[in-house]
């Protein structure tokens, strides 16, 4: 157990950060969860809405400092695949 004075203030400010910290992960998770139960279903349009939302969260997140930009970007790219796969093909 910490005994000075500002090795307490420390417990204290890792509690309070890790608590928020976890609280951004959910949201970045269920959101995550959201986004693939769209796609599952095959609702392009649901899938398309979440995907915006999905990203803002997962934008958030970097800037929030709780994922690496390269970690959201990887996300991004394949959600956003996989929705692009979802829509009818374009004849080119």
């Given at each position: ?33 959201l ?55 374009v004849?080119?």
């Open positions: 157990m910490a005994n000075h004075v500002s090795a307490l203030k420390r417990v204290r400010q890792t509690k309070r950060k890790t608590a928020v910290n976890r609280g951004n992960k959910s949201r970045i998770r269920g959101s995550l969860r986004m693939r139960e769209a796609i599952q279903k095959g609702d392009q349009a649901a899938a398309a809405e979440q995907y915006r939302i999905t990203v803002s969260a997962l934008d958030k997140s970097v800037q929030k400092g709780i994922l690496h930009k390269n970690t959201a970007s990887r996300y991004k790219s394949r959600l956003n695949a996989r929705v692009k796969a979802l829509s009818p093909a004849a080119a």
